[in-house]
């Protein structure tokens, strides 16, 4: 038996607007923010560009780590996602579908 997924994940604006979620959909999630559908946050700020995130087993693992990130400060935030991804590119731009290749 396959167990689930929890994603706990940070999406950030082009100015670095940051924003911590969790789901156990991240790609369905990413959608729902991408077309305005994720909150009146996102949707107000533009958040919706994936720059870190994190999977969990169970959601209570999930959700604590998700509090545990909101409760850092800004400055740790940042250097957490620099880890990994210092240019802050879109971790989901690979997933969504390329644009030379629509018809047209």
């Known amino acids: 038996m396959r167990h689930p997924t929890f994603h706990v994940y940070i999406l950030a604006s ?10 156990n959909d ?9 077309e305005g559908q994720g909150g009146s946050f996102t949707r107000r700020y533009r958040v919706n560009r994936l720059v870190y995130a994190e999977s969990y087993t169970y959601v209570n693992d999930a ?7 909101k409760g ?13 991804n210092p240019g802050w590119l879109d971790l989901a731009e690979d ?10």
């Not at 082009?14 to 789901?23: C, K």
């Not at 400060?73 to 990994?84: D, M, N, P, S």
């Not at 997933?95 to 047209?104: C, H, I, K, Q, V």
């Open 14 to 23: 082009r100015s670095r607007v940051l924003y911590i979620g969790v789901t």
């Open 26 to 34: 991240l790609p369905r999630r990413l959608t729902q923010h991408r």
């Open 63 to 69: 959700i604590a780590r998700e509090k545990q990130l």
């Open 72 to 84: 850092w400060t800004r400055q740790r935030k940042v250097a957490l996602i620099e880890a990994t």
């Open 95 to 104: 997933s969504r579908p390329d644009p030379s290749l629509r018809s047209g």
